[in-house]
Structure formats: C-alpha cells, structure tokens
C-alpha cells in the first residue's frame, strides 16, 4: 500500500554566518540539503533573494522558498524542521533577531492545519504580508491558492504592491 504524500510549501531565511555552514545564502543551499532525507524531498526551490531585516536585526536577510514532498504530517513536519534550524544554531533573544536558519511552513496540499502543541498553523498566519516570503514563492509556486483568501499566491503578492 502506498503512504500518501503531501506537498508544503515553506519559507527559509538567514541572516547571521555560521562558523560551519558559512554566509547566509550557504546556509540556505546547506539546509535544503539537510530538508533532503528520508521522509522528506525537495520538490523545487526559488531563487535565494536579499531583503532588509525587520525588527532590531540590523543584517539584510537571505530568503528562499521551497515545495517539499513528505508523508508526515505536519506536526511531524515541524518538528523535522526545528530539528534541522537547530543544527544551526539555537534561536536566541527576541523575536526577529539575527539567526542562522529559520524555516516556516507556509501552505500544504490538504489545507487548513492548526494545533496547539506544537503551536502551528497553516497557512502561515503572516506570510500573505511579507514579500520575503511571496517573492520567493511565487518563483515556483504562484498558482498555488490559500484555502482562507481564495487567492493564489500571484494574486496576494500583486495586491500588496
């Protein structure tokens, strides 16, 4: 019997070296390859883009965004994810600091997801605000429609301008 799979769209930044992995936008290329293993594929991937930090960080960011296909669910996603953010280093300080990797589930194939433990919901609650996430996006999956605004990611990113 064949397990079913999912695809998801997620959203990756970084903004600070790693001593191991390098600049940013390495840290970027090494990540998808880490996304790569066995319950987890990288469909495609975007171009990586440099954007302004927000927040305190005073560093510009480097983002990409990725399809992946996977069977888990996504909390069983997620927490893959923070597995993999965590061996570049753990998060530190307040809320949009500098970072070494960060990865956000942003849509999948089924839908709406929330949870409380860990705390996810998807689609992403914010990503239809950030160009860091929709320019991204919309390389590779601009067709793709959020199940709450009945938009593709195309549309969302032409109404913000």
Not at 48 to 74: D, K
Not at 97 to 109: E, F, G, H, K, P
Not at 124 to 139: G, T
Request: hydrophobic share 40%; proline share 6%.
């Amino acid at each position: 019997m064949a397990k079913t799979e999912f695809l998801y769209l997620i959203a990756l930044g970084s903004n600070r070296r790693h001593h191991i992995f390098g600049r940013p936008r390495d840290i970027l290329f090494s990540a998808l390859e880490a996304i790569e293993q066995e319950n987890i594929s990288v469909f495609n991937h975007s171009n990586i883009i440099e954007t302004p930090a927000i927040g305190p960080s005073l560093r510009n960011y480097a983002n990409s965004a990725a399809i992946i296909v996977s069977p888990l669910l996504p909390d069983e996603l997620l927490s893959e994810l923070k597995k993999i953010e965590s061996c570049y280093g753990h998060r530190r300080g307040q809320k949009w600091s500098a970072r070494c990797l960060d990865i956000d589930i942003i849509l999948w194939s089924e839908g709406i997801w929330s949870s409380a433990k860990p705390y996810l919901s998807i689609p992403h609650p914010h990503y239809h605000k950030r160009d860091f996430v929709l320019n991204p996006a919309a390389q590779i999956a601009g067709k793709w429609r959020d199940p709450l605004q009945n938009l593709s990611i195309n549309q969302i990113l032409f109404r913000n301008r």
